[in-house]
């Protein structure tokens, strides 16, 4: 061997060694987020929003979170609700813009959402009962559909990218087609309600 060629020879080999663990552990990397894909992107308690008094719920995140999709675990107490009341939640957020803050905090100016609840319970129908004439009821009472108004303001903690928290006005179906249909006699405050949450990314 040449002495260029021998040189050359041993820069190759001390080059590979030491790219060889980074990329071996970039590798690893790759393959833990592509067996892990099923793990959430973020999770959320909630208080109150019509899902219920208090509601865990994790979900993923796309188009660079300005989308997420979340379901919720919803629960009401007796105290509050006459019965102890179970729901579950499918919620979808639209975050448009993220607004860089003072220091590490940002915040999420607007957020616009929808989301369907079904509460388990005997009280609770999607096929009218044969008791009620047809109409009685113009939509299921086990499901709701609600739209809410929103935004969010957090920052990097305990190891986590973002640690925040979050207000929304929610309007529900139903008592809201009556406030547009009798303003002058239903008001806001009798049918929209306040939900605060907890948003942690993951």
């Known amino acids: 061997m040449s002495p260029v060629g021998r040189p050359l020879s041993v820069a190759i080999v001390l080059g590979f060694a030491l790219l060889a663990p980074g990329r071996i552990a970039a590798a690893a990397a790759d393959e833990e987020r592509r067996r892990a894909w099923y793990l959430p992107d973020q999770a959320k308690l909630q208080l109150a929003g019509a899902i219920g008094f208090l509601s865990p719920g994790a979900g993923y995140a796309f188009a660079g979170r300005k989308l997420e999709v979340d379901v919720f675990l919803g629960y009401a107490p007796e105290a509050l609700a006459g019965v102890d009341l179970w729901s579950v939640t499918g919620k979808l957020t639209w975050l448009p813009w993220r607004v860089r803050l003072g220091g590490e905090w940002t915040a999420r100016p607007l957020s616009l959402a929808v989301q369907v609840t079904h509460t388990f319970g005997d009280r609770f129908f999607l096929q009218l009962p044969e008791r009620y004439g047809p109409g009685y009821y113009p939509l299921p009472t086990s499901l709701r559909g609600s739209v809410a ?11 986590f990218d973002h640690l925040g928290v979050y207000a929304e006005v929610v309007a529900v179906d139903i008592p809201f087609a009556y406030l547009i249909s009798n303003l002058g006699t239903v008001h806001a405050t009798e049918v929209l309600s306040v939900a605060l949450g907890l948003r942690l990314e993951l």
């Open 149 to 159: 108004l929103g935004t969010a303001l957090g920052r990097p903690a305990w190891g």
